[in-house]
């Protein structure tokens, strides 16, 4: 063998703990960023089955009235990445014979006129043939949906006709009425195209089941002539800009209907979580490879004496360099390895649980997709900084340092008052774990969406206090061992000889407590600024709940009863005030609800402010959410275009924001508004007299079991409502939006306890390297006469010294860090969330500090307690 | 041990190590204390030359800097006609690798590695694959006494064990210089004698040169010429060689110099 790996293989050998409790270190810190990449990856891949089907652009826009050249206005728009004018209309197709005459069968078809662009959008695929290319002075080309073509047998190269439809059948709502629209004109006279491929049936291809002519937009209009023709544009979305944002901007020309499902976990919400989960990898990430670096480089402190004597030997640096290089090797790829392992079992065992990274959801169950894009590189970095943690300390070995350590000195006594080469080497960690770290986590897991520039300020923040806590005590270890000496008195007092003992540890080798206290602190403060942010979550929903919950009975699946007579009656017996029928909505660009406005002025917002009453009837307008006015960046008095059949787009005023009226809980959203149910009937053709869900507001006092006794009378007495007619209650709404909230950071515990468990065996390493070090020391303890129960008192003494500094630095760091986090998470999710004031749960986290630090100092306990005092002298 | 040297090592004419003017402070900047205050001698290759002086006079300090591990104040180093002032550090260590071989004063036994690995580490640092000189390796510790020792671990020795290991670490190599910082003292009259014995060897029938520093008499009569080491500079007067040079005479001149 050659000398690495003689020296390398024996250290690893013969040390099984050392090299044990390192593998496991850099393994826990891999596995917990590989088990995030998984469960995300997983989630985005499978918590929406529509996104396998979104066959749409991500965004369907319609100009406003008085927009001129809408083309050049979504040019402008930044985030708009393409876009193509859209028409849409119906078409007979019928093949041509070699002699030129229409033959066989005639079909009609939806005809859509599209822009070249819309191949790079990646709309339509091909199954045979080609694109559409310019018409240069032949035929103009026409691509046919797959069934459409094989039902007419034709392929490319064909020449077919196409012509308008002799009638174009189309029910349209004009002013409140159903109307047949008749198109006007001279009669269709067919066009000569020639069938330039055939569309997959995916995609755009999917419309109409395939059965689909697709066009030049200029052919289209041409043919088209005549019909109704709403002129749409489909928009590709740089996926750098939240669909949120991009709507935005959009806004002021554009009537706006978000494809929701076919961009799963882009919604605002969705990315900020995601987002959080993210910076949560990214801090056990830190804290992962900050234990990492620390243990191994302790552990080549101790073994300073031995590369001092091979370079006495005549050892190059290069030799040094590849024995400690091999021996890590060894170290960060078995690391490397376990890690993966354990993270892919770690993520495999919370999406068994339904923990995805959008929060708690049946959907990820049984669903497994390893984004090994993002897998292996995220290994490697770990590998690579494990490596480079234990290669560094090397770097700042000098020659004539080497005599001291030749002489017998302690290793110990040297890293006790580090010199000019130590600090330089803890500002490279500093350097390695506040800046190379986050830059090649998001290198290799991007935040989602625009956020990033939003979130650098905040995410530099972060990291600058992070910095100023690891930073602090490795580069003035002054203050830890001023700390020790102040408590030295306390503790001898406490136990004369043990107190003296850990003092003494605690202020020989600062430097390696302060990295455990620092580490301990880490998750101490990301426990205490999480615990801030379900806070203040649970605050902004707590609001919302009183608000817009409280005081309310809801009334499921009537089975379209009018509700004016319901309302009557209630409101006779005395149980209820008003009755929202919540039927009547559009779901884009957003819920509304057509709510009527003479109803809602018995109770609440309207009974407050008759003012509004009269304009909400008056004209189009609404009252909207706050969650809907902070996640549309809305104000009082702003308009929102929203695109009718047959009125064009019609702007509505915002009124008022108000989170009283119009929510509605199946499906749960609490970005909603309402609009006078007259108005919704006239532009959209709505049924607003009977409703198959009704939000009761109960009169003060009433008791909501009676009043859903009392409308089940009602409805049984005159044979309405159905056996599925069912109610729910306020408070289990309320405990259910509750409970949401702590369920779906269940993902951000068990990211945290991942954490804990680092911080734990960083704790540890510290210890047994510092227990291992102080062997002889110890040994000559116990051989003087010292009992172990004294030694091992002062280790835990140590360790309880280790969790106190870290707990509270910690809880101080976390105090600290709770504004930033609430205030990024209001940045990112477009929530209203209050800062929360001081919460008790916050205490926990030092507890657990100390806990965990602790637990750390048992395993080298025990090993102290083995080891052997006549060995222990003996070593030489 | 396999015969003499074929082809002397560095410059022909030069000898095995020539000390200037030589000097050496320790301590912080202004409270130096000067430990080596102007060492010279001059040490012919094939020679064995002991040195002896009281406790803290600087014989380990001048062993580190002759093999080129510490940086003198002042003064001048040559090793085999190689000046050590004037090399690079990388060139310093592979002098260090070529020419020289060490016994320390505290052993430095590598912890992790066997009394066989630890004895095969300046081969497998030369590149050399300790497992091809198993031979080489077995008769030295035959030698030593300590065959039967040899897959044991440091911690597993006596303190004699550890020092014997330590010389045959030494010795593998076959530098043509061998530095010994107190190689007898945990040893027994018998194992001593078979140390002394065989540093005589290597300078007789290999042609090293050997520097020992000792305090005892004894061993000092092995040596062709003992220096004493006294107020930080080699006394050229009290020099003892030739045929003088017994165990005795080593004593007389020790109580003459209140060593
Ligand atoms: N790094 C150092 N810093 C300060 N003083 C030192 C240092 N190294 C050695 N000394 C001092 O230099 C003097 C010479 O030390 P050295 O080890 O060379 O003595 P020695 O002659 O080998 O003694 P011994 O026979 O006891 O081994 C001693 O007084 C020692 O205290
Ligand atoms: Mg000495």
Same mark, same amino acid.
């Given at each position: 063998m050659a000398l690495a790996e003689i020296v390398a293989w024996a250290s690893l050998r013969r040390r099984p703990a050392r090299t044990l409790f390192s593998i496991l270190g850099v393994a826990v810190g891999i596995a917990v960023v590989v088990s995030i990449a998984v469960v995300d990856r997983t989630t985005l891949q499978n918590a929406r089955p529509d996104r396998a089907q979104g066959w749409r652009a991500d965004l369907e826009v319609r100009p406003a009235p008085g927009v001129v050249d809408p083309a050049a206005e979504l040019a402008a728009i930044v985030g708009v990445e393409r876009f193509t004018e859209v028409l849409q209309g119906e078409a007979q197709l019928q093949g041509v014979d070699d002699g030129g005459q229409p033959a066989g069968e005639r079909a009609q078809a939806r005809l859509i006129g599209l822009e070249p662009a819309a191949f790079d959008m990646g709309l339509l695929r091909l199954r045979s043939g080609t694109a559409l290319g310019a018409a240069n002075g032949g035929a103009p080309e026409v691509l046919l949906g797959a069934p459409l073509a094989d039902r007419l047998g034709l392929d490319s190269g064909d020449?077919?006709?196409?012509?308008?439809?002799?009638?174009?059948?189309?029910?349209?709502?004009?002013?409140?009425?159903?109307?047949?629209?008749?198109?006007? =004109?001279?009669?269709?006279?067919?066009?000569? @195209?020639?069938?330039? &491929?055939?569309?997959?049936?995916?995609?755009?291809?999917?419309?109409?089941?395939?059965?689909?002519?697709?066009?030049?937009?200029?052919?289209?209009?041409?043919?088209?002539?005549?019909? /109704?023709?709403?002129?749409?544009?489909?928009?590709?979305?740089?996926?750098?800009?939240?669909?949120?944002k991009l709507q935005e901007r959009l806004v002021a020309n554009f009537a706006v209907d978000l494809r929701r499902g076919a961009i799963v976990g882009q919604q605002a919400d969705e990315v900020a979580f995601r987002n959080g989960v993210r910076l949560a990898g990214l801090l056990s990430l830190a804290l992962g490879l900050y234990v990492i670096f620390h243990t191994l480089s302790m552990s080549l402190v101790e073994r300073a004496r031995e590369m001092a004597t091979l370079q006495a030997l005549g050892a190059s640096r290069g030799q040094i360099a590849r024995i400690v290089f091999s021996e890590a090797l060894v170290i960060a790829a078995l690391a490397g390895a376990v890690g993966l392992g354990l993270g892919l079992l770690l993520a495999k065992a919370m999406l068994e649980a339904g923990i995805s990274s959008l929060g708690l959801t049946g959907d990820v169950r049984g669903q497994f997709d390893v984004p090994w894009d993002e897998v292996v590189p995220l290994v490697l970095a770990g590998v690579g900084i494990a490596l480079l943690g234990s290669v560094a300390p090397l770097l700042r070995a000098r020659e004539n340092e080497a005599v001291p350590l030749l002489r017998g000195e302690d290793p110990g006594a040297a890293s006790g008052k580090p010199g000019r080469g130590a600090r330089s080497f803890h500002v490279a960690t500093l350097l390695l774990v506040v800046a190379a770290l986050p830059m090649a986590f998001f290198l290799a897991l991007p935040l989602v969406g625009e956020a990033e520039r939003q979130l650098i300020g905040l995410v530099l923040l972060g990291l600058g206090v992070l910095a100023l806590l690891i930073g602090t005590p490795l580069l003035v270890p002054g203050p830890v061992a001023v700390l020790a000496r102040s408590l030295a008195d306390p503790l001898r007092r406490l136990s004369p000889f043990s107190g003296l003992l850990a003092a003494r540890s605690i202020s020989l080798s600062p430097t390696?407590?302060?990295?455990? %206290?620092?580490?301990?602190?880490?998750?101490?403060?990301? /426990?205490?600024?999480?615990?801030?942010?379900?806070?203040?979550?649970?605050?902004?929903?707590?609001?919302?709940?009183?608000?817009? $919950?409280?005081?309310?009975?809801?009334?499921?699946?009537?089975?379209?009863?009018?509700?004016?007579?319901?309302?009557?009656?209630?409101?006779?017996?005395?149980?209820?005030?008003?009755?929202?029928?919540?039927?009547?909505?559009?779901?884009?660009? @957003?819920?509304?609800? &057509?709510?009527?406005?003479?109803?809602?002025?018995?109770?609440?917002?309207?009974?407050?402010?008759?003012?509004?009453?009269?304009?909400?009837?008056?004209?189009?307008?609404?009252?909207?959410?706050?969650?809907? %006015?902070?996640?549309?960046?809305?104000r009082v008095g702003d308009q929102v275009a929203i695109a009718t059949p047959s009125s064009g787009v019609v702007p509505f005023e915002v009124l008022a924001i108000d989170d009283r009226h119009g929510y509605l809980n199946r499906p749960h959203e609490r970005a909603y508004a309402f609009a006078a149910s007259t108005h919704m009937a006239r532009l959209f053709c709505l049924e607003t007299e009977r409703s198959d869900t009704l939000a009761l507001v109960l009169a003060p006092g009433a008791d909501p079991l009676a009043v859903a006794e009392a409308t089940k009378t009602y409805l049984r007495e005159r044979g309405l409502g159905s056996d599925k007619t069912g109610f729910g209650l306020a408070s289990d709404i309320a405990?259910?939006?509750?409970?949401?909230?702590?369920?779906? /950071?269940?993902?951000?515990?068990?990211?945290?306890?991942?954490?804990?468990?680092?911080?734990?065996?960083?704790?540890?390493? =510290?210890?047994?390297?510092?227990?291992?070090?102080?062997?002889?020391?110890? &040994? $000559?303890?116990?051989?003087? &006469?010292?009992?172990?129960?004294?030694?091992?008192?002062?280790?835990?003494?140590?360790?309880?010294?280790?969790?106190?500094?870290?707990?509270?630095?910690?809880?101080?760091?976390?105090?600290g860090l709770v504004p930033v986090v609430v205030s990024s998470l209001r940045v990112l999710s477009g929530l209203d969330l209050p800062q929360p004031g001081l919460q008790a749960i916050y205490l926990l986290g030092p507890a657990l500090a100390l806990g965990i630090s602790v637990l750390g100092g048992l395993y080298p306990l025990w090993r102290m307690g083995r080891t052997d005092p006549v060995r222990a002298v003996r070593t030489g | 041990?396999?015969?003499?040297?074929?082809?002397?090592?560095?410059?022909?004419?030069?000898?095995?190590?020539?000390?200037?003017?030589?000097?050496? /402070?320790?301590?912080?900047? =202004?409270?130096?204390?000067?430990?080596?205050?102007?060492?010279? @001698?001059?040490?012919?290759?094939?020679? @064995?030359?002991?040195?002896?002086?009281?406790?803290?006079?600087?014989?380990?300090?001048?062993?580190?800097?002759?093999?080129?591990?510490?940086?003198p104040s002042a003064g001048h180093i040559e090793l085999f006609g190689s000046s050590l002032a004037e090399m690079a550090q990388r060139e310093r260590t592979l002098l260090r690798r070529q020419a020289v071989g060490y016994v320390f004063q505290f052993f430095n036994l590598l912890p992790n590695l066997t009394v066989e690995e630890n004895v095969g580490l300046p081969l497998a640092i030369r590149g050399q694959r300790p497992e091809h000189h198993q031979e080489r390796i077995a008769a030295l510790l035959t030698r030593f006494g300590i065959e039967d020792r040899a897959r044991a671990l440091p911690h597993q020795l006596s303190g004699g064990q550890m020092q014997r290991t330590s010389i045959a670490r030494a010795l593998v190599g076959e530098q043509p210089l061998l530095l010994a910082d107190e190689p007898t003292g945990n040893l027994s009259q018998a194992h001593g004698i078979e140390i002394l014995e065989t540093l005589r060897r290597v300078c007789d029938e290999d042609g090293r040169s050997v520097l020992l520093v000792t305090h005892n008499p004894r061993d000092a009569a092995y040596a062709d010429r003992v220096a004493f080491l006294v107020d930080g500079q080699l006394d050229p007067d009290h020099m003892l060689h030739g045929p003088g040079l017994t165990a005795q005479s080593v004593h007389e001149a020790l109580v003459a110099l209140h060593i």
């Open positions: 020449a077919v006709w196409l012509a308008p439809p002799a009638r174009a059948a189309r029910v349209d709502c004009v002013e409140g009425a159903l109307v047949q629209q008749r198109p006007a =004109g001279p009669g269709p006279t067919p066009t000569e @195209f020639r069938v330039s &491929g055939v569309l997959e049936a995916e995609g755009a291809g999917r419309i109409a089941s395939g059965e689909l002519l697709v066009v030049d937009v200029s052919a289209a209009r041409a043919l088209l002539a005549g019909q /109704f023709q709403p002129s749409s544009f489909w928009l590709a979305r740089d996926e750098r800009v939240a669909p949120e390696r407590v302060a990295a455990s %206290a620092a580490a301990v602190a880490l998750v101490t403060a990301a /426990f205490v600024g999480l615990r801030g942010m379900t806070s203040s979550l649970a605050l902004e929903n707590e609001n919302w709940v009183q608000e817009g $919950v409280m005081g309310k009975l809801w009334v499921y699946q009537l089975g379209g009863v009018p509700w004016q007579p319901l309302a009557q009656e209630l409101r006779a017996q005395g149980l209820v005030q008003a009755v929202e029928p919540l039927d009547a909505r559009l779901s884009a660009p @957003f819920r509304v609800v &057509g709510l009527p406005v003479a109803e809602l002025a018995q109770a609440g917002l309207l009974a407050e402010r008759p003012d509004l009453a009269a304009r909400l009837s008056s004209a189009p307008s609404l009252v909207i959410s706050r969650r809907l %006015a902070s996640q549309k960046n809305l405990t259910h939006e509750r409970n949401d909230i702590t369920r779906d /950071f269940v993902v951000f515990d068990v990211i945290l306890l991942l954490a804990l468990l680092l911080a734990g065996t960083g704790v540890l390493n =510290g210890l047994l390297l510092a227990a291992m070090e102080r062997a002889k020391e110890l &040994g $000559v303890l116990r051989a003087l &006469g010292a009992d172990f129960g004294q030694i091992a008192r002062s280790v835990l003494l140590e360790s309880a010294f280790i969790g106190i500094v870290g707990g509270t630095l910690g809880l101080l760091l976390g105090l | 041990m396999t015969g003499q040297q074929t082809k002397p090592f560095g410059r022909a004419d030069a000898p095995a190590l020539l000390v200037r003017d030589l000097f050496k /402070f320790h301590g912080p900047p =202004g409270e130096e204390v000067g430990v080596l205050r102007g060492v010279s @001698f001059q040490m012919e290759r094939g020679e @064995f030359l002991c040195i002896m002086g009281p406790s803290g006079s600087g014989k380990s300090s001048l062993l580190h800097l002759l093999a080129g591990l510490d940086q």
